[in-house]
């Protein structure tokens, strides 16, 4: 005897179609020319069912960025902060498969896109940094916390702005393609921010 | 007896009106509502006279900036990057002006508009970098030469890392919104940046 249809089956279904064609299409057009219409042609489905679930493109972005920082966490094998004990490793771990996501196009021009906008939206970029981008601020923060317990950072180490220093120079560099983004940039980065570039001289 | 109108005077005028609507109008209505007949009309000239000298709403825009940056140096009675001997005093000297202009809705507005059309429109973004952005690196990295070769970095200090590690926390908080920009930040990136963050433990 068939099953009759499922229908959370078929919502979670056009719930991910409707997210991959958001993503699709703001790395095509933009933020600007992107429409809840078009969202809704390419994911096969109708206006309404879009709106039923979201009340703008806005937020069908912001769970779409957050659908793909979680695939690219599943896809990498990650579960989470690694913490092997050696911190420049893993910050340096962290930063190449950071590389690796801003160098394929798949993840890269929403990304791309939706930090554009947010940079120009002062009301659009509140969201985006709340939901998407301070979680994961706050697993680097706890990285370092862990550090900084195990005596590897000085004591008044301010966690947030280490952070700030370890992600700015990797993201203006992407926004402002001032150079290829690198393993070895990254890498660079994390030994300079830990270590310092100034000369170590006798007071 | 009165002296002829001079065209030349006139035209600096005119140029001049129409770098100063391009960027009100850009920090107003953003980039992608920005149009060549808008500037025209807020500058009191034809769309014509806008075509005599540039060929597109971008050029217009990017000799715009150019005289924002040239106006903030001016301004700020700064003409060249400071050597005082002293390169961490130098550096927040510089990054605590570069702080007073991101929070002057006057400069603000117009460099944020540019700086998120240019990262989401390669091309544009390509053309701020070469003739806005890197001639400011530049002055960066010739102020940290001067310091390496005084035996105050280390000798293989990466010069443009070392710049994007100083400018790249202030542009992510700047354009990310994730706390307000202070001098207290940018001198706190200044002291990281040359002397790091990890404690120095004895091997």
New interface residues.
Partial sequence: MPKPPDPARRSDRSRRAILDAALALVGEV???RLTVEAIAARAGVGKQTIYRWWPSKAAVLLDASLALSGDAGAGSGWTGFPDTGD?AADLKYVLRATVDEFNDEKYEAPA??L??????D?EL??RF?ERV??PQ?ALYEARLRTARDA?????D??L???V??L???????W?????PLTHA?TD??VD????????V?AG
Same sequence: chains 1, 2.
């Fill in positions: 933009g933020y600007n911190l791309r896109a930090t554009a906008a947010g940079a120009a002062p970029g509140a940094t981008l301070e601020l005596g590897q950072l000085a004591p180490t301010d947030r702005l280490t700030e220093m992600l700015g120079p990797l993201t203006y560099r926004l402002l393609r001032t150079a940039y660079a980065v300079g921010v830990l270590a310092g570039v100034a000369k001289t």
